[in-house]
């Protein structure tokens, strides 16, 4: 009874923001947009199968975390948005500060930029048990592409109950007390990713829009250097284009679609995850969906490892062409435009491949080449395989697991991605020509 109470609650608070963020575009006095996200998971995972040894949070002994992101957006002034949504209890900040990160040192910060946040007027917060807290705006100036230091002191002891893990930036965590406007953090250690930390929005220039790319590992950028992801690499091609649209990266290591065999994945199915991560994105105008890979393949796995039969082609590509179907429909009732992507090769991946998942892998990328509901569709498939052998990745965009590309082939794929889709000027020179998978809409 009680997680539907907080449920509820959550649903509750998404449509108020949602209802919001409407009224608000409606006006026209503000145009917020996300700049920065990192979806959310919970902590502790559950074992399974799968993954029989979950990632663990950090606790905080009245200490200080600093978390670094890259904002996509420019704008005068921005506002945080935590995340409590698997905490089954409130949590307590003490203090908050933002800054432009400094040059040359991780963890330090030009203090000329340094400001205090509050919510609600106060300095202190307290995030709801089962819920999310925006922050005041505050007047801080950034450029897309800026570094940003978020620091929050938590008095007491406490763990994020909801985190996003394997970041992409090192997060520090200080030696004990509120060091929010340390210059340098006195550094005790490292924050395995961020806490409560789910997305910064800038008050930007009327035409900027946010494109959310919701998938897996690879969209978060799995075994890929900072700053490498397909989703950085191309907002790197929309700035040099002097397109205005944020590019948010909504992706989970070892994410499902719909998790219909099992949910062996972090984090909830990203059907399930839509809402929340996507819809309730201010300025957010285009998805890019790529998901289904760990519905073949993590199932596979588990039977592997329960000593029971593979599952069969069907039983896993069904859920998730119809969970792919549904995700579409819904943010495009939403107006949001979608754009799908077939899935990379996975031949050789340990435990997860088999025979059977080939053929569901390819059955999933015959429907969304032609008939998915997208609005048009890009072939990471083509991009990414070996002609010689297309189970497989080629050997040049592998990162040695032979299911995540490496940084040439995050690259690779930010580049097959149509800047047109994106009501962007005419493609700049290196740019993709659009095709029917890979530019005009359907």
């Not at 940003?148 to 763990?159: E, I, Q, T, Y």
């Not at 008050?203 to 590992?217: C, F, N, Q, V, W």
């Not at 072939?379 to 040049?396: E, G, I, N, W």
Request: glycine share 10%.
């Amino acid at each position: 009874m009680r997680k539907n109470i907080q449920w509820h609650r959550w649903v509750a608070l998404l449509g108020l923001a949602w209802s919001a963020a409407a009224s608000t575009a409606a006006t026209g006095a503000e145009h917020w947009v996300g700049a920065w996200a990192a979806a959310p998971l919970r902590n502790p995972m559950p074992a399974n199968a799968v993954l029989r040894q979950p990632p663990l949070n950090t606790p905080l002994h009245h200490q200080t975390v600093r978390e670094i992101v890259r904002v996509e957006a420019g704008g005068r002034r921005l506002r945080l948005h935590l995340d409590n949504r698997f905490g089954e209890r409130p949590v307590t900040i003490g203090a908050v500060t933002v800054a432009r990160a400094a040059a040359g040192d991780d963890f330090a910060v030009d203090t000329g930029t340094l400001r205090p946040v509050s919510f609600g007027g106060a300095a202190r917060a307290v995030l709801p048990a089962g819920g999310v807290l925006d922050s005041d705006p505050l007047e801080l100036p950034v450029h897309a592409g800026d570094r940003l230091a978020v620091s929050l002191f938590v008095p007491g002891v406490a763990v994020a109950a909801s985190w996003h893990t394997d970041a992409r930036y090192r997060q520090a965590l200080s030696l004990e007390g509120d060091h929010t406007r340390a210059a340098r953090m006195p550094l005790a250690g490292y924050a395995p990713g961020y806490d409560w930390l789910a997305r910064i929005d800038v008050e930007a220039a009327p035409a900027t829009r946010a494109i959310i790319a919701l998938g897996d590992s690879i969209t978060n950028g799995f075994r890929a250097s900072a700053g490498m992801s397909y989703p950085e690499q191309l907002a790197d091609r929309l700035r040099a284009a002097g397109c205005a649209r944020a590019v948010l990266d909504a992706g989970i290591d070892g994410n499902q679609v719909a998790a219909a065999q099992g949910d062996f994945s972090q984090g909830q199915s990203m059907e399930r995850r839509l809402r929340p991560d996507v819809l309730a994105v201010p300025g957010a105008r285009y998805l890019l969906v790529l998901g289904g890979i760990n519905d073949i393949g993590e199932p596979t796995m588990a039977a592997r490892a329960a000593g029971h039969a593979l599952p069969g082609a069907k039983a896993l590509a069904a859920p998730v062409v119809a969970a792919l179907g549904r995700i579409a429909a819904t943010a495009r009732a939403q107006g949001l435009r979608v754009y799908g992507a077939t899935l990379p090769p996975f031949g050789g991946t340990l435990g997860a491949y088999s025979a059977q998942g080939e053929v569901a892998r390819q059955a999933v990328n015959a429907w969304i080449r032609t008939r998915a509901p997208y609005d048009a569709v890009v072939d990471f498939d083509a991009t990414l395989r070996d002609p010689a052998q297309p189970q497989r990745l080629q050997a040049r965009y592998d990162s040695g697991d032979h299911i995540h590309p490496n940084d040439a082939g995050y690259r690779a794929m930010a580049q097959t991605v149509p800047l047109a889709w994106f009501d962007c000027p005419a493609p700049q020179h290196g740019d993709p020509a659009p095709s029917r998978f890979s530019g005009d809409a359907r």
